[in-house]
């Protein structure tokens, strides 16, 4: 008669030992032979229960739907965390200091004359190293920003307004060379994702419009436009046409050694069209 092995396991799974392995077997006297008779309580239950052969593929099918489900979820779970964290790298720029100039070196001056040394904000005249910046405060509102110390020191105005391509930024600036004057600005458009801080002044409908010197020299101009304005530029790259002019100034204190006037001009392109404006004029030793 053979012998029937249980293994203590979850599936019900039974092996027969022939009889002639059974009795080939020579336990000691008195004690069972484990070496062959593992008997489970609960396995030995479950093969009296009636159809047991199906139990296992029933089985099988229902792990396979939970695994699938847990599959699902991960899936969800990862899509749904990618979904939360990608605003993080497009987040809106918030518009309050003014940009860094990136003014490159080594560029020697090859303009003839001044270009850009006075703007108007709607009737107010803006005259760079002439105009204090409490004044532009006075009649144009806003609260001037600062940063940085020594020679690196920066004040600055910040206003917003919109013309026909959409929304604009300007900043009035005053380095620690100009001593509390308007030495440069920088006017530019701002992409719809920019947020304004609330100390950069919106200024009047009446007061938007700025007004530079140059003919057909505007945000939005071509740069055919641009070039008819101000000729060929001291240097240039794909998005920069750069110009720069400088002069000598002499007073009756000191004529063997004069002042250096800059007056600095960028045009930043996109798509040949200009987004950008800043200029500068500096008088230094």
């Known amino acids: 008669m053979a012998t029937v092995c249980t293994f203590p396991s979850r599936s019900p799974w039974t092996v027969k030992i022939p009889e002639a392995v059974t009795q080939s077997a020579d336990p000691r006297e008195g004690e069972p032979d484990f070496r062959f008779v593992m008997v489970n309580e609960r396995n030995r239950r479950l093969q009296q229960q009636p159809h047991l052969s199906d139990a296992c593929p029933l089985k099988c099918k229902e792990n396979m739907r939970v695994a699938s489900c847990i599959a699902f979820v991960i899936l969800a779970l990862t899509s749904f965390a990618q979904t939360i964290e990608q605003p993080k790298s497009h987040s809106p720029r918030m518009i309050w200091e003014p940009p860094d100039w990136n003014f490159p070196q080594n560029v020697k001056a090859s303009v003839q004359k001044e270009m850009l040394s006075s703007f108007r904000v709607s009737s107010y005249e803006i005259v760079l190293e002439q105009t204090a910046m409490k004044d532009a405060q006075q009649h144009l509102g806003g609260q001037i920003g600062s940063r940085g110390d020594a020679g690196g020191a920066l004040e ?130």
């Open 156 to 285: 600055w105005l910040c206003f917003h307004g919109t013309n026909e391509m959409g929304r604009w930024v300007l900043w009035l600036e005053s380095s620690e060379i100009n001593g509390g004057l308007v030495g440069s600005f920088q006017w530019q458009q701002l992409p719809k994702s920019d947020v304004l801080d609330p100390r950069c002044q919106a200024l009047r409908r009446a007061d938007s419009m700025i007004t530079l010197p140059l003919s057909r020299f505007t945000l939005g101009a071509t740069q055919s436009q641009v070039l008819k304005s101000l000729g060929s530029p001291t240097a240039k790259d794909s998005e920069r046409l750069i110009y720069l002019h400088e002069h000598d100034v002499t007073t009756k204190a000191v004529r063997d050694d004069p002042f250096i006037s800059s007056n600095i001009v960028i045009v930043r392109l996109r798509n040949g069209v200009v987004w950008a404006i800043q200029a500068s004029k500096t008088t230094s030793d």
